[in-house]
């Protein structure tokens, strides 16, 4: 089995009713976006059952990031940790969306990779600092200023 396979989990007999509860403990590979790394896989904890055509989602999802700080160009190592409380339409026609909150569904299958990737990007912090402090770098040298390393005199007006 491929490894992207082995992400789509069948929820068919969910959707098809009942009182199924489906538990997923997996660890999924995280892609790189927009200069964050993930170094090693997300842990998922997710609870699964459905209502009528909605898949009712709930658990947890952890990882850690890497990252260059947006002021110093130092390295951000960083832990997410969310509580996934999703509710999916599980209908035809809300999968149809390719942008809508169901495009993690097709057919009877949840692409659990993808729900993991789009909760883990949406939380990464826009601001990306290696410390709440961070000075920067000096606009007059372009020495990381935390260092101590800048020795420029700084005017005061």
């Known amino acids: 089995m491929s490894m992207a396979s082995s992400y789509k989990v ?23 976006f927009e200069g964050v790394q993930f170094p090693e896989p997300a842990r ?15 658990g947890t ?11 110093c160009l130092g390295d951000v ?8 409380d999703e509710q999916l339409d599980a209908g035809p026609d809300a999968q ?7 495009n993690v569904l ?12 789009q909760l883990l990007y949406s939380t990464v912090p826009l ?6 402090e961070c000075k ?6 372009g020495e990381n200023k935390n260092t101590g390393a800048c020795t420029c005199v700084t005017e005061t007006n």
């Open 10 to 32: 069948d929820i068919g007999g969910l959707l098809a009713g009942g009182r199924q509860r489906l538990v997923l403990d997996q660890q999924v590979e995280i892609e790189p």
């Open 44 to 58: 998922l904890h997710l609870e699964m059952h459905s209502s009528g055509d909605m898949l009712e989602i709930a």
């Open 61 to 71: 999802v952890d990882a850690k990031f890497h990252t260059e700080c947006d002021r």
């Open 77 to 84: 190592d960083q832990a997410l940790h969310i509580d996934v």
């Open 96 to 102: 149809n969306d390719p942008f809508g909150p169901s």
């Open 106 to 117: 097709t057919a009877d299958r949840l692409d659990v990779k993808d729900l993991a990737s």
């Open 127 to 132: 601001n990306r600092l290696c410390a709440p």
């Open 136 to 141: 920067g770098i000096c606009p007059a040298c």
